[in-house]
């Protein structure tokens, strides 16, 4: 994050973890822990792949754009595989696409390709065609942003132009682009909706038809939704305006309960039904509350925020409670829930949570903790980052049904969806432990002034060595996916000091060691996941013999491609790691 948020949560995070803040204070005047951090953080560099970009290409081979997606795109079976996959998986929360009259243009672009197109592929192909997947993560979409960024004003305010959009900023999330690059993509989004009028009561335009209207519907609260979760995760301002965002939203119905020769919509379903547009429309009925949450949050007056805070919470924790059955996580389903099913099912649960710890976190480090309301606060807060972490077990092959998980596809995408959830919802449990730790008050219940919701109501049968191992659980669940893009080293460290922090009471003394054990222990665990790709990509020969490279940073490799290995490594150490800018400048 960036600016006064950044600073404040900086500032948050001094308060409560000082002997953490103190050891890093000291940690980053190590050289020893400053070289390891930089160690792998260089492996970690090592090991990813650049993605293309339309820099990388020549202008003989990159214009025109389209040409250059047609000249590439798979083989239609790959495509078919695609297909199948977005609209299983990402058709719930977000709705872009309406899928039958998707399909019609995409059985007529097929029967009638267009110059390289016209091919007809092996139906055995799979999608594991390592070109193809690598050309659809990196060229197309970069082909794609370039195609748009010359089109006419009149294409640009068209529905499809806008829906390409969306779908663009959904594939520039998966790869785990910045969190702030997203917020800057979904700003524009909400400004070119806004142009297009999708933000305006439509009943009074009669000119648009019923199936326009409704996927305007669609697609404003689509967009809302995604300024939203991009402001919680970058940390800036919402976007979008503040409306009656329930009555903008769309009805609940199924995509073959209308198209675009229909003249009267159909009734909405009852929430108790379900239909490929449930998850939206529940998200929809607390949207505005969760926008004005995330307002209040960075605005409201130290005076007015204990009593404010838990009166919003207990809006969204209702919120919560109303999520119809069929979408509830405990909702005993009968063997026919596919993965994707479930995932929609997790994200709209976060997606309510998201503002909520938000809300939470904002007081939770208050110094005065005998206030009225603070006890029942702490209770709430955690509650919800128990939960949240207790979502990664649901796709973890390691203990998830080898049945339906027999792979790391859903658990690397919840990860990637939900990685700063689950890097707060820890510190949250960190600093629960902190505190309880500090006062006898927090063994009591709850203040009776305030409701506690849903997600605190099982919390104190939540012993310390529990919520110890569900957050090194984390831990190691972030360390495993130290090598892909989108991951910081410094959020790993700061958890994994954070823990060792708050473990056991001790001397100073004491507990620098645990900490400094704790980094160590992690780098070790990093440097463990990154040594194999590395060594792979410069085809060197042994592990150990790397690692000691790069440890003590002599030359063991004369020749070959360890040596290029260890030039590379000798001219990264002139560069300065950033753990040492003196403002414990953690990127959360």
């Known amino acids: 994050m960036s600016g006064m948020e950044s600073s404040s949560q900086k500032h948050r995070l001094h308060f409560k973890f000082p002997e953490a803040e103190q050891y890093i204070a000291r940690f980053i005047r190590d050289p020893a822990m400053v070289g390891l951090a930089k160690e792998v953080q260089f492996l970690q560099t090592k090991s990813r792949v650049p993605s293309n970009s339309p820099a990388s290409v020549s202008d003989s081979e990159f214009s025109p754009e389209l040409m250059q997606l047609r000249t590439h795109l798979p083989p239609k079976a790959v495509c078919d595989q695609l297909l199948g996959l977005y609209t299983q998986n990402f058709e719930g929360v977000f709705r872009i696409l309406h899928i039958p009259s998707f399909l019609r243009q995409y059985t007529r672009f097929w029967a009638h390709p267009d110059g390289e197109n016209d091919r007809i592929a092996d139906p055995n192909t799979k999608l594991g065609n390592l070109p193809a997947w690598d050309y659809l993560l990196n060229a197309a979409i970069d082909f794609i942003r370039a195609w748009q960024r010359k089109l006419g004003r009149k294409q640009q305010t068209e529905i499809a132009t806008l829906q390409i959009e969306m779908l663009v900023v959904m594939a520039r999330r998966l790869r785990l682009e910045s969190a702030e690059e997203i917020w800057r993509a979904t700003g524009n989004l909400v400004r070119s909706a806004m142009v297009m009028g999708l933000h305006l ?288 080293i410094k959020d790993i460290i700061l958890l994994a000091i954070a823990l060792q922090s708050v473990r056991a009471p001790g001397s100073t003394q004491v507990k620098d060691y645990r900490m400094q054990e704790g980094a160590k222990k992690a780098f070790a665990a990093c440097r463990q996941h990154l040594l194999p790709s590395v060594v792979d990509e410069f085809a060197a020969g042994n592990v150990s013999d790397v690692a000691q490279v790069l440890h003590s940073n002599q030359a063991l490799f004369s020749n070959g491609p360890s040596s290029s290995l260890l030039e590379e490594f000798n001219d990264f150490q002139g560069n300065i790691f950033s753990f040492d800018d003196g403002s414990f400048a953690w990127n959360l």
Request: aromatic share 6%.
């Open 201 to 488: 009561d439509l009943s009074r335009y009669e000119s648009l038809s019923v199936f326009q209207a409704e996927i305007r519907r669609r697609l404003w609260i689509t967009i809302a939704e995604m300024d939203l979760q991009a402001s919680i995760e970058s940390g800036m301002p919402v976007m979008t305006p503040d409306l009656d965002y329930e009555a903008l939203s769309p009805a609940n119905l199924d995509d073959v309960d209308f198209d675009d020769s229909t003249v009267e919509l159909p009734p909405s379903k009852p929430l108790q039904e379900e239909t490929k547009s449930l998850t939206q429309v529940t998200l929809a009925k607390s949207l505005r509350h969760r926008i004005k949450t995330m307002v209040f949050v960075k605005n409201a007056s130290p005076g007015q925020r204990m009593k404010a805070t838990l009166e919003n919470g207990q809006v969204l924790e209702e919120h919560l409670q109303r999520i119809p059955d069929l979408l509830k996580l405990e909702y005993n389903f009968q063997g026919d829930e596919t993965p994707g099913h479930l995932l929609n099912r997790v994200l709209l649960d976060i997606h309510i949570r998201r503002p909520l710890l938000c809300l939470y976190r904002s007081l939770a480090m208050l110094e005065d903790q005998e206030e009225e309301g603070y006890h029942t606060l702490q209770q709430l807060s955690l509650g919800s980052s128990l939960a949240i972490l207790s979502y990664q077990d649901y796709f973890d092959p390691n203990v998830a049904d080898p049945d339906i998980f027999g792979s790391n596809v859903y658990w690397d995408l919840s990860q990637a969806l939900c990685k700063n959830d689950l890097l707060w919802a820890a510190l949250g449990v960190c600093g629960h432990m902190k505190t309880s730790g500090q006062t006898p008050h927090s063994a009591q219940a709850p203040s009776s002034n305030y409701r506690v919701g849903p997600s605190a109501k099982h919390t104190p049968t939540h012993s310390k060595a529990s919520m110890v191992r569900t957050v090194q659980t984390t831990l190691d669940a972030l360390i495993r996916r130290v090598a892909d893009p989108g991951t910081n």
